[in-house]
């Protein structure tokens, strides 16, 4: 497939900002520099960057530096005193350097092909949206990265295009991704075969000629052939530590979107949303009480109130007292989210985020689903979109093949990610439901569903595929707009995301 034409859908961010300074993402930096020091990336003795430094590089403020810099000098790491340089005092033997190594990789095998293969969907054509942004000062500075090319030059070689899309939730994404496949700490270890400087190098370069030639397939192309080349090296690199050393347990990826939050109070508002919408709860009017969802979701009544509360600043339900929690359901009026509560609008924003994902990952992530489903599943997604066109539902068509995609991916992290991204994806429902012109999407909703229904009746994937990229590349900017409308600025929606990576 031909890359689109994306700038023409998204539109350029305006204003610089600096990130917001007291985000709670120490954790994240405490195991960035954990995993530096085990694959001896910094060794015994060295100086760590300074605190403002660390902080220019990661985009935060200097107490969330700090935090992650006492929990590793805590943790006897690091010696940190005021006035001082910050020294390493972790070390550790050739032996034992090997065989962490031979451990951290060889427990990500079952999920290291995959997710290579599956980050390269959302990757790969924002890298591409991120090259076409280049001014020249961008291309002399990534000159000089593809010059020396070692693995810390890819990585900021990539973090830095991906930064020129100005979506903070594919940092995020990228940062758990490299973080997970400990890229790019391995370059320290002499037995990583699957890395060549001069290759890379060479890449880099043929990417940049390319860049400048304004040749966006050959980018694209260029792009995917990499990526899928060092999938191939890294695989068979770790089919050779199988077959020497004894496989053990395997650690999943796993997305975690809110590090800076409540991980679950938000995770389970979700969840709720989800069986409001398409669940359990979308034929009730009242939520049960807090006692009994308690009960149902295995949660603290503290925890449950707490959840509520966020639904409640969301507008999908209103608490109302001695008679207890109403939900607004599909096609119900509900109230206009609390845009005063700084939750709501940074839940607002990482919806926004994640639409702008899924424009640039949908065509191939759902041309792949739709191509792997059973015949009895593609069955059940037809007769199910039959019914929401029966019923008037069209908008849910929509959110069915994100479930679908969540559930039935060949990739085990597209499946991971595109539920997280579903999640982030209900957080907007509550502006449609307040919006008080609906007939433009209720049309393009309605169009959707006729037309992906016959695509699928046809098999022919290819043609709905590109039914769901154009479905939501409408739908975006009517709900970038309403955002706007509505207060959020676009430095709210866009550069709210600490972490940095220059």
């Known amino acids: 497939m031909k890359m689109i034409e994306y700038s023409k859908i998204i539109n350029k961010r305006r204003g610089e900002g600096h990130l917001k300074n007291d ?106 949206e991120g090259l076409r942004r280049m001014d020249e000062k961008d291309l002399a500075y990534l000159e000089q990265l593809s010059i020396c090319a070692d693995m810390d030059d890819l990585f900021h070689f990539y973090s830095y295009t991906l930064q020129k899309v100005e979506n903070p939730l594919t940092i995020n994404l990228f940062l758990e991704v490299s973080l997970f496949l400990g890229f790019p700490f391995g370059k320290m270890e002499t037995d990583l075969l699957f890395y060549d400087n001069t290759i890379v190098s060479q890449r880099l370069q043929t990417l940049l000629a390319q860049v400048r030639a304004q040749d966006w397939d050959s980018v694209h192309q260029s792009l995917l052939s990499y990526q899928r080349s060092d999938v191939s090296l890294a695989s068979t690199y770790l089919d050779q530590l199988a077959r020497r050393f004894p496989a053990p347990e395997q650690t999943p990826f796993v997305w975690r979107v809110y590090r800076d939050r409540p991980q679950l109070c938000y995770s389970l508002a979700v969840r709720i949303m989800h069986e409001i919408y398409m669940g359990e709860y979308r034929e009730t009017e009242f939520l049960p009480s807090y006692e009994k969802m ?46 005063d509560c700084p939750a709501v609008r940074r839940n607002l924003a990482l919806f926004a985020q994640s639409f702008e994902m899924i424009i640039y990952s949908c065509r191939e992530a759902s041309y792949s689903m739709f191509s792997s489903l059973s015949k009895e599943v593609l069955s059940d997604l037809i007769r199910q979109l039959e019914e929401y066109k029966n019923t008037g539902k069209y908008e849910l068509s929509t959110w069915q093949v994100l479930i679908c995609i969540a559930k039935y991916s060949p990739f085990k992290g597209v499946r991971e990610i595109y539920s997280k991204v579903y999640g982030l994806f209900l957080w907007g429902y509550p502006l449609k439901g307040s919006f008080k012109e609906t007939s433009r999407l209720d049309r393009i909703s309605e169009q959707f569903n006729e037309n992906l229904t016959e695509g699928l009746k046809r098999k022919d994937y290819c043609r709905c595929s590109a039914i769901v990229e154009d479905l939501f590349k409408k739908q975006f900017p009517v709900s970038e707009d309403y955002l706007q409308k509505c207060g959020l600025r676009p430095e709210e929606l866009w550069l709210s995301h600490p972490i940095c990576l220059f």
């Not at 209103?318 to 206009?336: A, L, M, P």
């Open 294 to 339: 308690a009960e149902k979701y295995d949660v603290s009544v503290s925890t449950m109130r707490r959840t509520v509360r966020v639904l409640n600043q969301a507008g999908v339900a209103e608490s109302v007292n001695g008679i207890g929690t109403r939900i607004f359901t599909v096609g119900k009026r509900c109230n206009e989210p609390d845009f």
């Open 23 to 128: 985000s709670q993402f120490s954790k994240l930096i405490y195991e960035y520099f954990l995993i530096r020091f085990r694959f001896n990336y910094y060794k015994y003795g060295d100086i760590l960057p300074t605190i403002d430094k660390l902080c220019q590089e990661f985009g935060v403020g200097a107490q969330t530096v700090k935090a992650a810099l006492r929990r590793l000098r805590d943790e006897g790491y690091i010696s940190m005193q005021s006035g001082q340089f910050t020294k390493v005092l972790f070390r550790q033997t050739k032996e034992e350097l090997a065989a962490f190594i031979r451990l951290y990789y060889s427990g990500r095998r079952a999920a290291f092909s995959d997710l290579y293969k599956s980050s390269e969907l959302v990757f790969v054509p924002m890298l591409t």
